[in-house]
């Protein structure tokens, strides 16, 4: 039994999925992955009626998206934070979730086949008989991970379709396997004359806990090729391997008028890690720069081509550093930066002979994964997330509070909160957004609000905070549910700020310790209060009467308005105008605050409108 299994029976979990059977507190780690579209194709042995591919065959998963010309998943997904040490950036993840990312079963302990993996067809025929004797599919695996490890009774097959299409195994790795979760493990398995026909594929099948993403397995750089040998464990291929770190230490965001407000705000240098996958040693440079991100407008050059010393050799790792970042120039408006670091190698396309002849492969480009761009949001909020869920995190107690400390260095105004929760089912519920100065004090804001709908899962629910609330120093957001299920928040493991989560699940307030990762709980900032009263506003307005039964009037030069409701949607009521103004009619709507912003010449207003 794994580590991450003997603790099921602690005080919070972290959760991907809702269960019957879990009954009580509970702290597991688990990957949330983000549901594939469903392939159009039929059942049974996945022949598709397309042309098929030809050699060589390729794939290190470096892009964000699984590409759906080579492959046919069912509830597989890449990730770039779960997989330790891998050959290069972004892996697969095979655990115990279907293609709609719900468990296969309710059972809690039901063991059976779960995720799987499957190639597009690839011809295999017409080969010479020394191309017929020398065709491999090579790949990497990996135990666990940072996620699930799977258990001795659990498996990971490898299947070849034979020219009756029937799957044959012809690999198979068992579970229990605890010091394989720090490395990955290279295989190499020869193509027998059985498969080599037109319709060939092969396929990853795990055997596993279907009842959540238990006993994951992990998936990497998968390469079948002819003219190869047992012997053939390298390429000419020199990877980056992981995200860039973040230059704000434990902050993936800070709002743009607090950059430009505290000088003293460091840019840490940021860095990355490099696998030379060849046999041989070879020379490299590296280079790390500040984008705008929609245009990629350079912002920074940090580093510029930046030899590596001493010169990498084979089959080497190496984590690098880039230059002090110093005096970076701000965008005038809220934008998102890219920290890119890319590598000059000299890596190309494949090469090989075919008749005698010298070609090259244009579907094996060794120069993809030599870039790697991570985004630096430069917004208006807080965030210790970079935006992208790998799992998720809350707690099964009715009333129970989660919260997330933040802390500022001079007076802010909170604007709102973001919050992603992950777990579709659950969307629509209610709890009570809070705000807390101290946690063992009452909080400082509370409203009761609706779970928003979204779309994705990396999408977050936003809630305004419809008062000035002032803040200085540490302050905590967060929230109380009243359900006894978990509720489900994204947790993203690129950082461990895991210190920064409080929970009260018993009545007392608890740093968490054991849970390593990143809430997906953002703080909205404004430089000055967001909401003025009547006699405040520089330009004359009366808002009456607040509270307001039916009809609001607004006396004063005002051009547009707009209305939010305590949901903070945007809502269309009745405006009419008059001669000191205009008119809201807030008659048959539900009581609560809505909060009303206007334009009275260039300058934008805000009010809190009770409705009774």
């Known amino acids: 039994m794994s580590l991450l299994k003997t603790t099921l029976f602690t005080v919070i979990a972290l959760v991907l999925f809702l269960s019957p059977f879990y009954a009580i507190a509970q702290f597991i780690q688990l990957p949330t992955p983000i549901p594939p579209p469903k392939p159009n194709v039929k059942s049974g042995n996945f022949r598709i009626q397309t042309e098929p591919l030809t050699l060589p065959f390729w794939d290190d998963f470096s892009k964000t998206q699984l590409d759906s010309n080579k492959w046919i998943s069912e509830g597989v997904t890449i990730s770039t934070t779960v997989a330790n040490a891998a050959p290069s950036v972004g892996a697969i993840i095979l655990d115990g979730i279907d293609e709609a990312g719900r468990p296969y079963s309710t059972v809690q302990f039901e063991q059976g086949f779960t995720d799987r993996i499957t190639s597009k067809p690839i011809n295999l025929s017409g080969l010479d008989p020394v191309e017929a004797n020398s065709v491999f599919l090579s790949f990497f695996w990996q135990s666990g991970g940072k996620a699930e490890i799977p258990d001795e009774n659990d498996n990971i097959v490898l299947q070849f379709l034979d020219q009756e299409s029937l799957w044959v195994s012809v690999w198979e790795q068992a579970g229990g396997l605890t010091a394989e979760e720090f490395f990955f ?13 037109e319709g060939f594929q092969f396929r990853f099948q795990i055997k596993g806990r279907r009842s959540g993403p238990f006993d994951s397995w992990l998936l990497d750089y998968v390469f079948l090729h002819k003219n190869r040998n047992l012997a053939d464990l390298s390429f000419p291929d020199r990877a980056l391997t992981l995200s860039n770190s973040r230059p704000f230490d434990k902050y993936a965001a800070i709002p743009l008028f607090l950059l430009k407000k505290d000088a003293d705000i460091p840019w840490e240098a940021t860095s990355n890690e490099f696998k030379n996958l060849d046999r041989g040693f070879r020379a490299m440079e590296y280079s790390f720069e500040i984008r705008e991100k929609e245009n990629q407008k350079l912002v920074k050059s940090i580093n510029s081509n930046t030899p590596f010393n001493p010169v990498p050799i084979a089959q080497e790792r190496r984590a690098f550093t880039s230059n002090p970042i ?44 030599d870039t790697v761009r991570t985004t630096l949001a430069i917004r208006d909020y807080l965030a210790y997330d970079d935006g992208s869920v790998d799992y998720s995190a809350g707690i099964n107690q009715r009333s129970g509070m989660l919260a997330v400390r933040y802390e500022v260095n001079s007076t802010v105004y909170l604007k709102g909160l973001s919050i992603n929760f992950t777990n579709f089912t659950q ?49 905590y957001i967060g929230f109380t549910q009243f359900t006894n299920d978990f509720l489900y928040v994204g947790l993203d493991k690129t950082y461990d700020n895991g210190g920064e989560i409080f929970f009260n699940a018993t009545g007392s307030w608890v740093q968490n310790k054991t849970v390593e990762g990143s809430l997906m709980m953002r703080a909205h900032l404004l430089e000055s209060a967001p909401f003025e009263s009547e006699s405040e506003a520089s330009v004359p307005l009366k808002v009456f009467p607040n509270p307001v039964l039916d009809i609001l009037f607004i006396e004063g030069q005002v051009g547009t308005v707009n209305i939010y409701d305590p949901l903070g949607r945007n809502i269309i009521l009745p405006v009419l105008e008059n001669e000191k103004g205009k008119s809201v009619n807030f008659e048959g709507m539900q009581r609560g605050i809505y909060v009303l912003k206007t334009t009275i010449g260039e300058e934008q207003k805000s009010f809190r409108i009770l409705v009774k």
Not at 185 to 197: G, I, N, R, S
Not at 451 to 456: A, G, L, N, V
């Open 185 to 197: 493990t290279q295989e190499m398995v020869k193509v027998l004359p059985q498969f080599l026909h």
């Open 326 to 369: 110093l005096e970076v120039t701000l965008p005038e408006e809220e934008m998102d930066y890219e920290i890119v670091s890319y590598l000059v190698t000299g890596d190309g396309l494949l090469s090989g002979v075919e008749n005698g002849v010298a070609v090259t492969y244009p579907e094996v480009d060794f120069r993809i994964n």
């Open 427 to 475: 969307l629509g519920g209610v709890i009570d957004l809070m705000v807390w100065k101290e946690l063992e004090e009452e909080p400082i804001y509370k409203k009761e609000v609706f779970i928003p709908t979204k779309e994705s899962l990396n999408e977050f629910g936003y809630f305004e905070i419809d008062q000035n609330i002032e803040l200085n120093g540490t302050f």
